[in-house]
């Protein structure tokens, strides 16, 4: 009877599912990493050298952010532009910084008199990108990302 009862113990424990071990693949796991992640924010902005000492996210985003305003205006008031009627236009300047520094230009939008009054100026502003000095990359979870955004130009031409 005790050899009965170990054999009927030994079926009912090997039968039980909380023995069974699912198995977990590699794809499952990475698929639900990338539902959980957060596309929208990185860790560290791009950032030019002399904004790396500042602490806050946000100090560094608003540095890096007056410093490419300012080499970008200050590259443009260095050329001579021509224009027959006085412009005062907001460009709205789509940029992109690659995970590698690279800063490439996806589109501008600027009113349809800037555009006839200076058709060289998107010419100019990518001039103005070539020349800008090292920018470090965006940083998600301790890795270089690219990253896309908008940045006002104000051009006033008398």
């Known amino acids: 009877m005790k050899q009965f009862c170990v054999i009927l113990l030994v079926l009912m424990v090997s039968s039980c599912d909380y023995f069974n071990v699912k198995k977990t693949s590699s794809e499952a796991i990475l698929k639900e990493e990338l539902q959980a992640f957060d596309w929208e924010h ?3 902005y791009p950032s030019f050298a ?4 500042l602490q806050l996210k946000e100090e560094q985003k608003a540095c890096f952010e007056s410093t490419l305003y300012a080499e ?3 590259f443009l ?3 001579i532009i021509i224009v027959t009627q006085d412009i005062n236009d907001t460009l ?3 940029l992109r910084v690659s995970k590698e520094g690279d800063v490439s230009l996806l589109d501008t939008k600027m009113d349809s008199l800037t555009r006839s009054e200076i058709p060289e100026l998107q010419n100019l502003i990518l001039k103005s990108l070539d ?7 965006a940083i998600k979870r301790s890795q270089p990302v690219t990253t896309e955004f908008e940045m006002p130009l104000i051009v006033k031409v008398e």
């Open 72 to 74: 970008i205006s200050e």
């Open 92 to 94: 709205i300047l789509k």
């Open 77 to 79: 008031q260095n050329e």
């Open 42 to 44: 990185v860790d560290t």
């Open 131 to 137: 020349a800008l000095p090292k920018i470090n990359a």
């Open 50 to 53: 002399q904004c790396d000492s």
